[in-house]
């Protein structure tokens, strides 16, 4: 009966429009009152939620990632991606440059709704220029995106982090998407070649070598960011929040005074908007921990394990139904409070099955990321939908072997942990 009111307010808070982070609040307010604890001890937990030092991570990578997809980053990259695929001269060309493209941006923004506006503005309108599809350069920006959600600087792998209470270090987790990531941008990579072929898409363009070295020399620039935050950090030069801090600073510098394509006076703009989004995800936190709380008073994560044992005790079984359940939970609630309040239900269910939490991140994050991808909360979908001026209703027709891709991607790193877990192991930064 406790869990039931703790999720029965929640649930009726979601329904009558309520905003998450209040939701998240009453919930715990009401489940607080009904067994019988007082309401200082969640106010306590919800300023305990945001006084982790952890927590600096966040803003200096969400301020860094928007510097850098803002300030020209997102044209120099796939102008550098273009010349890489002309050397192929592949047919399909252009879209293999939109998910390379993607995955360099993916590296810097550790957002996929940046990258798919920022990459899709360039584009989806080059791509319809020469002789793609409109709805097909669409779903591609849009599903190529979720490699954000997974590849290092993920704002998401930090707020995992957080939801498991701290106890999983960033640097795994952001080592630990690089291969999943990557697999992601390659297995999109293969699709777009089987549908340029079926569909004679056109061939890729050899970029002049003058025109070559002039656009790499460019690009570099904005890569370094990535020798920046990961070299950094797996050359213990500084910590994963320290990683953020430099990168803002290197951004900035990029931004205004080598590429200067940006203007001071939209700073102030992009810094409130900045603000804005890191006081909400913040907010969030905050309330979440407070559920978390009475979720660990009422012994729900107990209960949930319990469950799922009078289900199977197969773990391929039980991975299988959380796949399921967490896809469905990401179509209808968006990522970061999907986060926050399915890890401390889940995780300790897939520690009782013997999965290494890092993996379960990793698995977590690419389910959440289809479900992005999904109305009726998809936030990728409704922003690509937006860049590439196209219906939810034609991109929804177009989009199913997409959605197939993505599944196979997940049931590799659902079912090969190693996907996820040699790199981090390989470099020493597992637990």
């Known amino acids: ?23 998240l609040a009453m919930a715990a307010i009401v489940g607080a009152l009904w067994i019988g604890i007082p309401l200082e001890a969640v106010m306590l937990k919800i300023s305990d939620g945001v006084s982790k030092v952890a927590m600096l991570t966040i803003p200096f990578f969400v301020l860094a ?14 102008a550098f991606a273009d010349v890489l695929v002309g050397l192929t001269r592949l047919r399909g060309g252009l879209s293999i440059v939109n998910v390379l493209a993607t995955t360099f941006l993916s590296g810097i923004s550790g957002s996929a709704v940046a990258d798919t506006s920022a990459i899709g503005s360039v584009m989806i309108p080059q791509m319809e220029k020469n002789g793609y599809p409109r709805v097909f ?13 997974l590849v290092p600087p993920s704002h998401n792998a930090v707020l995992y982090s957080l939801a498991t209470g701290g106890t999983i270090s960033i640097s795994a987790l952001f080592m630990a998407g690089v291969f999943p990531g990557l697999l992601l941008g390659f297995s999109l990579i293969m699709l777009c070649l089987a549908v340029a072929y079926r569909e004679k898409h056109p061939q890729g363009q050899t970029v ?17 960011t990535l020798v920046i935050i990961l070299g950094g950090i797996l050359g213990g030069i500084f910590t994963a929040i320290e990683a953020g801090a430099v990168a803002c600073i290197w951004a900035f510098f990029v931004t205004m005074f080598i590429y200067r394509d940006y203007r001071w ?28 709380y009475i979720m660990a008073l009422t012994q729900m994560p107990a209960k949930m394990t319990a469950f799922f044992l009078s289900i199977s005790d197969n773990k391929y079984v039980i991975l299988l139904l959380i796949n399921v359940l967490l896809l469905v939970l990401g179509t209808l609630v968006d990522m970061a409070p999907s986060i926050l309040i399915a890890t401390p239900i889940l995780l300790p269910v897939m520690k009782n099955f013997g999965v290494d939490p890092v993996h379960f991140g990793m698995i977590m994050l690419l389910n959440l990321g289809i479900g992005l991808c999904h109305p009726p909360v998809g936030a990728i979908l409704f922003v690509g939908c937006a860049v590439g001026k196209v219906t939810i209703e034609q991109v929804m027709r177009r989009i199913w072997p997409f959605y197939a891709v993505m599944f196979l ?19 020493q930064v597992l637990h």
């Open 137 to 149: 350069a669409t779903n591609l920006t849009i599903t190529s995106s979720v490699q954000a959600l």
């Open 409 to 427: 991607v997940l049931m590799c790193v659902t079912y090969l942990p190693e996907i996820s877990l040699w790199l981090p192991r390989q470099l």
């Open 65 to 78: 990632g928007a510097i850098m997809a803002e300030g020209g980053m997102a044209r120099r990259l796939v």
């Open 265 to 292: 006076r939209d700073l102030p703009v992009l810094l409130h908007r900045t603000l804005r989004t890191v006081a909400m995800v913040m907010t969030l936190i905050a309330c979440a921990s407070s559920v978390g």
């Open 208 to 224: 002049p070598a003058k025109d070559a070295i002039r656009i790499t020399i460019d690009a570099a620039w904005g890569l370094i």
């Open 1 to 23: 009966m406790d869990i039931f009111v703790l999720l029965a307010t929640m649930l009726i808070c979601f329904l009558i429009g309520m905003p998450i982070a209040y939701s």
